[in-house]
Structure formats: C-alpha cells, structure tokens
C-alpha cells in the first residue's frame, strides 16, 4: 500500500471520527445516519485498491470537511446562547439570595409575635394600674413599636387608607385616656375580667399607617392597637374576613417562585438548546444523505460537490 493511500485513509478515519463525536453530542438521527454512511465508504475504498483513492479524499474535502464546519459552527452558537442563560440563571439565584437575606422570616415572625403579645399584655395590665392609681408613671414596655417596624412591611395586611381611619374612630366619651394612651372602657373591663391574657392575631397596614390586632385567649373578641395614638379598641375581626388580605411577603414568595420557574424553565430550555439544529439544515442533511446513500456518488462527485457547495454557504449566513 502507497503512502498516499495511507496518508488519505489516515485523514478518512480521523474525520470519520469528528463527524461520530458531533453525531453523538447533537443526538441527530440524521447526522448518525451520515456518519455510518461515511464508515461504509470509507470501507468501501479501503477494501477496494482498484477505485481511485483520490475520490475518497476528494468527497471528504467537499462534504465531510464542511459538514463538520458547520455542525462546529452550530455547537458554537449553541453554547454562545447556553452561555446566556446560565448567565441569566446565576443572576435570578442572586436576586433569590438577596430577597431571602434582607427580610425577615415567617418563623421570625412567629417568635416574635409572642414575645410583642408579652409586651401589650403587660403594658395594658401597667395603663389599668396607671389609671385606677392616677399616676403619671409611663405604661408601655420598652420597645413596644419595634415589632411593627420591623414586620409590617413584609407580614402585615395591606388595607384601605379609609379602612384604617374608620377603625381608629371612637367616642370621647367611651374612652380612658391619659397623656400616654387612649383605650375604650369595655375594653379594660373585659381585659381585667381575663387577666389581660390575649395574643397576637395579625397586623395590617395602610402606607405608613399601622394596626395590631389581638384576640382574647379565651372568647373570640378582638381588639386593636393604634401604635400612631397609642390607641387601644373593640376590633370587628368581620371586617377582615371580608376582605381579600395579602402581604408584602405573600408578593415576594410569589415573586421568588416565578423566578425559581423562570429558571426552571431556562434549565429545560438549556437542553434544548445545546442540541438545535435548524431546520433548514435538517433538510439539508437529508438531501445529503441521500445522496450518500446512492452508490453512484462515486462516479459522479459533482452531485456531493453542489450539496456541499450548500452547506459551505450556511455557514456565511444568518440561519445559524
């Protein structure tokens, strides 16, 4: 055997090589069926002395060279646009990351509702004593207005303006009030008649206006603290179950779940992506490989030169 048989079956097997690797990464039927197609005329010259060895080399540089270009090209432009979306999903797990970081969570939320209910509880049993006594002693716990600072924004109800302003309204005449705080008379006589025991039931909000609403531990009443006026009544709870309630947090855990389907949705398209073939290529390769397919290609290497004429051209277009 010459050198340049050799040297040309070499360079056959080399690209026949290539041309099995992109059939496998692409997972194109068509391409698959190319490159066996390919294994069968490389066989068929090198079992065969007698044909031209030149024609061998000559189908390779006018239809595998350039077909292996393009589907390069393709995987390229593929991996440009995985690139993308890797990129866009890496910055929506950031912005998740943020959102979590920066905010409260339900379960602190949670202990600290209990630790404000403390708070009211034993700042209403010091107002009673503060008033039955007519001292000018000051009744609130420390820090009685940090839980709403830092929850209502996240975890509070979002209310009318005008919801919140006909809560709040109430008669001189039916109230305590001394420089510290205003509350309703029934309601000191039923928090005196259950030792003050209440707890937490949620907050609600209108912009910067705030409310707490509590409710008795044992009978289904509930009342509000006005942390503006320091302001305590009667509650109709009716009034919220009314209502279609949402937070601030509920917008952002449902923000936070469109961003986690989003990137979803990008890791499915990822997969896609890395194997897209266009479909004007498609058909392409089909018209190739029936060609390759008619043994008589090897008599007429003109027919493989315009199919391969074709597909040097899709590489200096836009399709891909």
Known sequence: MDENRIAILNDSGRLI?????????????????????????HQLFANNPEIDINKLELFHLQFTTSLIDL??????????????????????????????????????????????ALKINTSLRNLYKVLSDD????????????????FSHDFYYEVSPAMINDIVKYDAAAVYSNAYAIIQKKLMGVLCKYDFRTSFYCGIRADEQIAEIYKFNEEDRY????????????????????????????????????????????????????????????????????????????????????????????LNTDII
Do not use: C, G, W
């Not at 090589?17 to 005329?41: A, C, G, N, T, W």
């Not at 919220?240 to 509920?250: A, G, Q, V």
């Open 71 to 116: 589907l390069k090209k393709i995987k390229k432009n593929n991996e440009k646009s995985i690139s993308l979306l890797l990129d866009e999903i890496e910055l929506n797990k950031n912005l998740v990351e943020q959102i979590h970081s920066s905010a409260y969570t339900m379960q602190d939320y949670k202990i600290e509702q209990q630790r404000q």
């Open 223 to 314: 009342f509000l603290y006005y942390p503006l006026k320091n302001l305590f009544l009667f509650m109709d709870i009716s009034l919220l179950n009314n209502m279609e309630l949402t937070t601030e947090l509920s917008k952002k855990e449902s923000f936070v779940q469109e961003i986690i389907d989003k990137n979803n949705q990008l890791q499915n398209t990822i997969s896609s992506v890395k194997k897209t073939i266009p479909s004007e290529i498609k058909s392409l390769l089909v018209d190739n490989y029936k060609k390759l397919n008619d043994i008589n290609f090897l008599t007429s290497i003109s027919d493989i030169d315009v199919q391969a004429n074709i597909l040097k051209s899709m």
């Open 17 to 41: 090589s290539k041309l099995q690797l992109l059939s496998v990464f692409f997972e194109e039927e068509i391409i698959y069926k190319i490159y066996l197609r390919s294994q069968v005329i």
């Open 135 to 150: 001292t000018a002693d000051y009744p609130f716990s420390k820090n009685i207005n940090l839980f709403s600072t830092r």
